[in-house]
């Protein structure tokens, strides 16, 4: 059974910060790439930052960038997603995703963690 658990969720004050993980087990193969999304209520689900697994290469949303960190475990077949300087419009549901190893279109999907930043 394929898993991605997010965990790291919160509610903080705007210019705070927060570390989500997100721990894949259960893969077949390992993901080319794996990345972070988030969606809040009315808008549609956007990217945050993906990772290019076996190079390291990240790419951010430029609305995130300079603020956010994604990181990789491969030890602990985990990825994290260090944000800092938190603003309102950052709050959603944060979900992590991953390929099937094959391309890298998302084939699994974490549960999601709720971020919530006040003013």
């Known amino acids: 059974q394929v898993q991605l658990v997010e965990s790291g969720g919160g509610s903080v004050p705007a210019g705070g910060s927060l570390r989500l993980s997100c721990k894949a087990s259960?893969?077949?193969?390992?993901?080319?790439?794996m990345g972070w999304f988030r969606q809040s209520p009315g808008k549609e689900r956007e990217g945050v930052g993906s990772?290019?697994?076996?190079?390291?290469?990240?790419y951010y949303n430029n609305a995130v960038k300079g603020r956010f960190t994604i990181s990789q475990d491969k030890y602990n077949n985990t990825i994290w997603l260090e944000m800092n300087s938190l603003k309102p419009e950052d709050s959603g549901m944060y979900y992590c995703?991953?390929?099937?190893?094959?391309?890298?279109?998302?084939?699994?999907w974490g549960q999601g963690t709720q971020v919530t930043v006040s003013s």
């Open positions: 990772m290019v697994l076996r190079s390291g290469n990240v």
């Open positions: 995703g991953a390929d099937d190893g094959e391309g890298t279109d998302i084939a699994y």
């Open positions: 259960g893969l077949a193969r390992s993901p080319n790439v």
